[in-house]
């Protein structure tokens, strides 16, 4: 009898460990995945809330900012920093950490950010997907992400516009 219970916990043990192993082995599991893969800079090529509604115009949030001074900085230790300027404003960061997997890159800024990152029309975490760069060194970075936006706080051109759901599209390229 005491056999047959050393049998069944060998067994067990050897299916626990190769089930441990598979799951270490997958490609979307963070743990396999280092930050450097993704370390850099990176500029923003396409930043636009397109509203449900056709009748509201989209917003490009590029033409609000001065572009030399609005970049993603990922770096080897798991931070970042969303480094923006409006025109006619002052430089301002954005900071947090990231995740990463085999097909995304999930940043989650510090607390205390709100306030900024709604006056870029951003919402917490901010889940972006890892695009093959053909003759680049670094992934791209989009987003396509379903929300609802206060224009108005956004730019006075939407003042009286309640609310609108739309999508935010975000595009990333690596800084060579």
Do not use: H
């Not at 995945?33 to 930043?47: N, Q």
């Not at 951003?122 to 929300?147: N, T, V, Y």
Request: with cysteine; glycine share 6%.
């Amino acid at each position: 009898m005491i056999k047959i219970g050393y049998q069944w916990i060998t067994i067990s043990l050897f299916f626990a460990l190769v089930a441990l192993l598979w799951v270490g082995c997958s490609k979307d599991n963070p743990v396999n995945i280092l930050p450097s893969e993704v370390a850099g800079t990176y500029d923003f090529i396409r930043y636009e809330f397109v509203p449900s509604a056709a009748a509201i115009q989209p917003a490009n949030v590029l033409d609000t900012l001065v572009v030399q001074n609005t970049f993603l900085r990922l770096t080897e230790g798991g931070q970042f920093l969303l480094n923006y300027q409006f025109i006619n404003g002052p430089e301002s960061i954005i900071s947090g950490n990231f995740s990463i997997t085999a097909n995304r890159v999930e940043l989650q800024p510090a607390a205390g950010s709100e306030a900024r990152l709604t006056s870029l029309l951003l919402q917490p975490p901010l889940r972006l997907d890892r695009i093959p760069a053909q003759g680049q060194f670094r992934d791209s970075l989009e987003m396509a992400k379903e929300q609802v936006v206060d224009l108005s706080n956004f730019s006075n051109r939407y003042d009286g516009i309640p609310p609108v759901p739309g999508v935010l599209f975000l595009q990333l390229s690596p800084k060579n």
